[in-house]
């Protein structure tokens, strides 16, 4: 069993940055592949960003060359780095853990960029 908790969003003007943080705990954390993603009312949840455990990472269009998302396995922690926020990144980001048949979420974290 694995135990999520984001923290970090918030309310931010377009251009600006936010970094997302996502503490695990109950299981072994680097063993699992991490996750960041996000959903809009209406809208299915979408893959932001993700890193495995060893380390690659892959980003969805429309955020490479903004965010970046990285991790602490002594910290049991991974973060998602946010720069140059537009509004459309508004949404409600959730952190996963993945391995094998093991699926596990976060409560999410309010992310709104006004302009």
């Known amino acids: 069993q694995v135990q999520l908790v984001e923290s970090g969003g918030g309310l931010v003007q377009a251009g600006g940055s936010l970094r997302l943080s996502c503490k695990a705990s109950g299981s072994i954390f680097s063993i699992y592949n991490m996750g960041w993603y996000r959903q809009v009312p209406g809208k299915q949840r979408e893959l932001v960003a993700a890193i495995t455990s060893g380390g690659s990472t892959n980003y969805a269009d429309s955020v490479k060359g903004r965010f970046t998302i990285s991790r602490d396995n002594a910290k049991n922690t991974v973060y998602l780095q946010m720069n140059s926020l537009k509004p459309e990144d508004t949404a409600v980001y959730y952190c996963?853990?993945?391995?094998?048949?093991?699926?596990?979420w976060g409560q999410g974290t309010q992310v709104t960029v006004f302009s």
């Open positions: 996963n853990a993945v391995r094998r048949a093991y699926d596990y």
